[in-house]
């Protein structure tokens, strides 16, 4: 069964760097779109990055354009998020996602950003 595996979050100061990495089973991952959202606490899970199959092209929120930059490697089935100039307002339970039959989520990572 598909499944994703989100890690490297934790607690850094405003300014500062972090960089989530999440495994993927269970899927065709090389073919398959992966996206990045975020959720902070009493609001919504909103949309943060995504990247197609092959790597060559990325969106972002607009809110992280220029300070986050999402990867990918096919033959680690993994995808990454890194994330610089980090604000506080960057605080939230970070997902990883794919949509095949469906969407899957991992259980997510905290990052919290100390002002």
């Known amino acids: 069964q598909v499944q994703l595996a989100e890690s490297g979050g934790g607690l850094v100061q405003s300014g500062g760097s972090v960089r989530l990495s999440c495994a993927a089973s269970?899927?065709?991952?090389?073919?398959?779109?992966m996206r990045w959202y975020r959720q902070a606490p009493g609001k919504e899970r909103e949309f943060v990055a995504r990247?197609?199959?092959?790597?060559?092209?990325?969106s972002y929120a607009d809110f992280v354009k220029g300070r986050f930059t999402i990867s990918r490697d096919n033959a680690k089935r993994a995808v990454y998020l890194q994330m610089d100039s980090l604000k506080p307002e960057d605080s939230a339970v970070y997902y990883c996602?794919?949509?095949?039959?469906?969407?899957?989520w991992g259980q997510g990572t905290q990052v919290t950003v100390s002002s």
């Open positions: 269970g899927f065709t991952f090389s073919t398959a779109v």
């Open positions: 996602a794919v949509l095949t039959d469906r969407y899957y």
């Open positions: 990247i197609s199959s092959d790597g060559g092209t990325r």
